[in-house]
Nanobody, 123 residues
Framework: EVQLVESGGGLVQPGGSLRLSCAASGFTFSSYAMSWVRQAPGKGLEWVSNINSGGGSTSYADSVKGRFTISRDNTKNTLYLQMGSLKPEDTAVYYC????????????????WGQGTQVTVSS
């Protein structure tokens, strides 16, 4: 059974940092591209970042570029998102997802999704 389990969300003040993790199981993690997608209250899905299967290629949405860093540890089957200089507009449920082949920026092209973790940025 494929599972993606996100963790690390929470309440943080503006300017603060959080690191999200996504533990994967049930598929060959090292062969899959991964991404982070978020959904703010009352809004649609927004692609945040992706990384290729080997971890050597990453991409970011303009809204998070320079503040967020995506990484993966294929020995631990885990994806990460280091978030810094957080803003209230980063408040959202963050989902990790997986797809075989190359990473894309279209959320609907990812086969597997986690249940999400809530990030709230507020003073």
């Amino acid at each position: 059974e494929v599972q993606l389990v996100e963790s690390g969300g929470g309440l943080v003040q503006p300017g603060g940092s959080l690191r999200l993790s996504c533990a994967a199981s049930g598929f060959t993690f090292s062969s899959y591209a991964m991404s982070w997608v978020r959904q703010a209250p009352g809004k649609g899905l927004e692609w945040v970042s992706n990384i290729n299967s080997g971890g050597g290629s990453t991409s970011y949405a303009d809204s998070v570029k320079g503040r967020f860093t995506i990484s993966r540890d294929n020995t631990k089957n885990t994806l990460y998102l280091q978030m810094g200089s957080l803003k209230p507009e980063d408040t959202a449920v963050y989902y990790c997802n997986a797809r075989p082949g190359v990473p894309t920026i279209r959320a609907e092209e990812y086969n597997y999704w986690g249940q999400g973790t809530q990030v709230t940025v507020s003073s």
